[in-house]
């Protein structure tokens, strides 16, 4: 299947959601890959994983860029050689991208009851407005917070932010589908604009630096 979705949050940016359907070697003939790519590929475990890795590129012909454009630092965080910033996701059949002029951090997670299981892993101030009691808002709102905490750790690239004490997903309402979102450690503090929405059973979150 093509592309599933296209999102434009502003004029500058783009998000790409591909829905992966195709099969491995669909996908295989349809990409050239750079050779630290093709080493990746071949190193990755699972058949579904690189089919992920591929509709990435897929999504990234979509938007006009080959697999030569794109590049990895040292912490693995990706990179455009245009010098736009560039987030990536993947998640079970889904894989999103977010392409703009401002850094920005994207992520997919599907919604599902075992995120409960890890909440006090990941949150901290957010028990003050969470409702575990009504069941369905709780897990959807953990979701959200979760992709919010991957989104803000896509951006900010760095070692040693802790998910739970480093990053506050302030109240929010999921029909609203925005929230705020603050870094703070011991060097500085920085706030997030904050965009999520379901796409089938997924929560796509993509945060911005404000
Ligand atoms: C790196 C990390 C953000 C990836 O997120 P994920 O939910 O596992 O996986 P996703 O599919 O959403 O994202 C994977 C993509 O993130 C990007 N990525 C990887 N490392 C990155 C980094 N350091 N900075 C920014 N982006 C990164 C890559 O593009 C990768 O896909 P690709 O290699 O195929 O291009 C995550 O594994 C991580 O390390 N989180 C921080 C650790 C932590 O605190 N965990 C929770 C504690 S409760």
Not at 110 to 120: F, G
Not at 189 to 208: G, M, N, R, S
Request: hydrophobic share 40%; proline share 3%.
């Amino acid at each position: 299947m093509p592309l599933y979705k296209t999102i434009h949050p502003n004029s500058s940016t783009q998000i790409l959601v591909w829905h992966i359907t195709e099969s491995f070697s669909d996908l295989v003939q349809d990409v050239i890959l750079n050779e630290n790519s093709r080493a990746r590929l071949q190193s990755m475990k699972s058949q579904m994983q690189q089919r992920a890795f591929l509709s990435v590129r897929k999504v990234l012909q979509q938007a006009g860029y080959k697999d030569f454009d794109l590049y990895y630092d040292a912490f693995g965080k990706p990179h455009l050689q245009d010098g736009k910033y560039i987030s990536i996701t993947h998640s079970h059949e889904f894989s999103a991208v977010i392409i703009s002029d401002q850094s920005a951090g994207i992520d997919m997670e599907l919604q599902r009851e075992k995120i409960s299981r890890i909440a006090n892993k990941f949150c901290n101030t957010e028990w003050e407005y969470l409702t575990p009691q009504n069941k369905g808002e709780y897990i959807q709102k953990l979701t959200v917070i979760w992709g919010v905490k991957e989104a803000v750790f896509k951006i900010k690239n760095q070692k040693g932010i802790s998910f739970k004490n480093h990053i506050q997903v302030h109240p929010f309402e999921l029909e609203t589908k925005t929230a705020l979102a603050t870094l703070t450690t011991a060097n500085f503090k920085q706030q997030f604009a904050i965009f999520f929405e379901p796409i089938d059973d997924f929560t796509l979150v993509y945060a911005f630096e404000k």
